[in-house]
T-cell receptor, first 113, second 115 residues
Framework: DAGITQSPRHKVTETGTPVTLRCHQTENHRYMYWYRQDPGHGLRLIHYSYGVKDTDKGEVSDGYSVSRSKTEDFLLTLESATSSQTSVYFC????????????FGQGTRLTVV | GNSVTQMEGPVTLSEEAFLTINCTYTATGYPSLFWYVQYPGEGLQLLLKATKADDKGSNKGFEATYRKETTSFHLEKGSVQVSDSAVYFCALSDRSGGGADGLTFGKGTHLIIQP
């Protein structure tokens, strides 16, 4: 299995609070991604990174920010959590971009109350 | 923009039945196409892929052929097993329009195989 660890695995937080999710990889892959999974929507791309300090927006980036200060870590921050951000968040990595195989973490279930 | 349409389930079959899950796509360029599978409580795993027209991806008895003329990438398996029960996602990657990297997913098809 690819070495991807997401933390925490479960979190309940209150509306208006900041939340940070962490993705850690041991594969030294250049690309890292954050997706959210919601019923009836499949997975949608939030942000991605193509190198240290190099990030870009995806389809549903509003209300989220990311940082990548080291190759192995990619952080997703919800600046002020809302109930619409209740979801399962998946981190993924790939060696050369999304046309190559992506490896997914086990997901973080976030509930905003 | 890019989009993927796949049949939504649940799809319920008996063991040893033939499986087809339809997938069609819209893309501005020449995408790579994928099928990913998600088992309960886990992340997604790549099942198979195809990178150009007429390519056939195959793995674990599953097959899909990249059909540019019909913009389709249907997943097939000749004889399903209970262990194939999972959610299956069709996805594409297309950067020809200069857009974001990353995959565009369909909504997923929940497959249930009964003994």
């Amino acid at each position: 299995d690819a070495g991807i660890t997401q933390s925490p695995r479960h979190k309940v937080t209150e509306t208006g609070t900041p939340v940070t999710l962490r993705c850690h990889q041991t594969e030294n892959h250049r690309y890292m991604y954050w997706y959210r999974q919601d019923p009836g929507h499949g997975l949608r791309l939030i942000h991605y990174s193509y190198g240290v300090k190099d990030t870009d927006k995806g389809e549903v980036s509003d209300g989220y920010s990311v940082s990548r200060s080291k190759t192995e870590d990619f952080l997703l921050t919800l600046e002020s959590a809302t109930s619409s951000q209740t979801s399962v968040y998946f981190c993924a990595i790939s060696e050369s971009g999304s046309h190559t195989e992506a490896f997914f973490g086990q997901g973080t279930r976030l509930t905003v109350v | 923009g890019n989009s993927v349409t796949q049949m939504e389930g649940p799809v319920t079959l008996s063991e040893e039945a033939f499986l087809t899950i339809n997938c069609t796509y819209t893309a501005t360029g020449y995408p790579s196409l994928f099928w990913y599978v998600q088992y309960p409580g886990e992340g997604l795993q790549l099942l198979l892929k195809a990178t150009k027209a007429d390519d056939k991806g195959s793995n674990k008895g599953f097959e899909a052929t990249y059909r540019k003329e019909t913009t389709s990438f249907h997943l097939e398996k000749g004889s399903v097993q209970v262990s194939d029960s999972a959610v299956y996602f069709c996805a594409l990657s297309d950067r020809s329009g200069g857009g974001a990297d990353g995959l565009t997913f369909g909504k997923g098809t929940h497959l249930i195989i009964q003994p």
